[in-house]
């Protein structure tokens, strides 16, 4: 039967392309059942024939599996409280849950691996598995190291691991990717294998501390600003910002300088060290080398033309400003990272003030623009991590008490002769 496939562009789905599919319908024969045919002939022929398909579409699916796998977290979120170097990490414990079938098997292995993969989205070969991510375990459970026979039903194996402070949180920037994972694998003893793979969330919170004061000064000018921000920002939060411009007026030249354009803006820089595999190691030069990537994102901006206060009376004059800045909610951000393994995000606010020089004699009200203007650049490094809310340190809890349990005096069992008396001590 010739048929004609052609590719044209549909303009009613997206734009996406599709197919046409030129079937010759005069070879076709359409045949229909007679009226003479006994439908209990029939009606056995289709019986057999769907018999048929259910048994070679079960063929093509191959042996059921002799049982599945589950995990079931029992900790709360992962979140590791404090800067990398002086952080305790958190918590992560659960219950692997290994559900055999009814006819039983005997499992040769049952292991439980917390894997951290690190995944570059520019390797050095595209399409190579081992340049595009390399996994890490970081902790390994063996709970059937030898043959163990199995019946029907459900069986537990707790773990427990404390996640080390120094790792960094899951990524999703514009570079790299940074997950982890647990992932069960267990092995019978005719080699069948039952997998599940649940993916964890780590997370970095520093705590709320006092707020910081920077200073900048830009020579040769007499200028001089004064920011307070926070030590600590959030991702689809808003921060208050307080500037103050010292140093606007000199006396002796008879000159101010007047704001006229204040703007700042977040960004977001990524760079990452994309390294070869073994295999092609050598396109870039040799082993342990690598190419480096950067990327500058901006999160946020906001210009203003007004807003601020300016006093002229003062000894130096001061223009004292205040705004709010923050991450939308719907940008996409990620936290701070440094892993260490060539993946690094790192946040920081620009902001630029445009100043104009004006002539002011003494004792008149007369103002005119020398035609100088100068641009007042300050970056800050913001610190960007997840919000800490009420949780605190896992070591910082405080054990629990049992004050409420009431004092009551215990049973003793002694023995007199051969008789067994209850004593209680009064």
Known sequence: MPSLIRSFPSHSHGGMPGTIV?????????????????????????????????????????????????????SPPI????????STGALL???????????????????????????????????????????????????????????????????????PGNLPASTNSQLATIKYQLLARGTTLTGETVTFSQEIQVSRALLERTDRNSLRVFPPTNLA?????????????????EMRLEGVVTRANMTRWKLRKATWR??????????????????????????QYEDVKILAIEEFKNGWKTDYNT????????FSAGIPVGMTATDDVDNGSGLSVSHSMVLELIVAEEYCPRNTKMVTPT?????????????????????ISWDDECPPRYDDVPVSPPTYQALVGDDVQSISSI
């Not at 076709?28 to 019986?47: E, M, Q, V």
């Not at 600003?225 to 910002?241: E, K, N, Q, Y």
């Not at 650049?377 to 809310?389: C, D, H, I, L, P």
């Open 93 to 163: 414990s659960g219950m692997l849950w290994l559900s055999v079938d009814a006819w039983g098997c005997e499992f040769d292995s049952l292991k439980l691996t917390f894997q951290s993969i690190v995944s570059t989205k520019k390797p050095v070969v595209v399409g190579c598995p081992d340049c595009t991510s390399k996994t890490t375990d970081l902790q390994t459970w063996d709970f059937i190291s030898a043959t163990h026979p199995l019946s029907h039903g459900l069986y537990n194996y707790p773990f427990a691991y404390v996640v």
């Open 315 to 322: 000894a130096d004059g001061k223009i004292e400003f205040e």
């Open 371 to 391: 035609g100088s203007a100068r641009v007042l650049r300050m970056q800050f490094n913001m610190n960007t991590t997840a919000r800490s809310g009420m949780g």
């Open 79 to 86: 979140v590791c409280y404090g800067r990398p170097d002086d």
């Open 22 to 74: 030129d079937i010759d319908t005069s070879r076709l024969k359409f045949s229909r059942p007679s009226s003479n045919r006994n439908s209990a002939d029939y009606s056995i022929r289709s019986f057999r024939s769907h018999k048929s398909s259910n048994r070679s579409s079960q063929d093509s699916l191959g042996p059921p599996l002799p049982g599945s796998l589950n995990i079931q977290i029992e």
């Open 225 to 241: 600003a004064t920011l307070t921000l926070p030590p600590v920002i959030h991702r689809g939060g808003s921060f208050p910002v």
């Open 266 to 291: 977040i960004e977001e820089r990524s760079r990452m060290i994309s390294l070869a595999c073994e295999r092609h190691s050598h396109k870039i030069g040799g082993e342990n080398k690598g190419v």
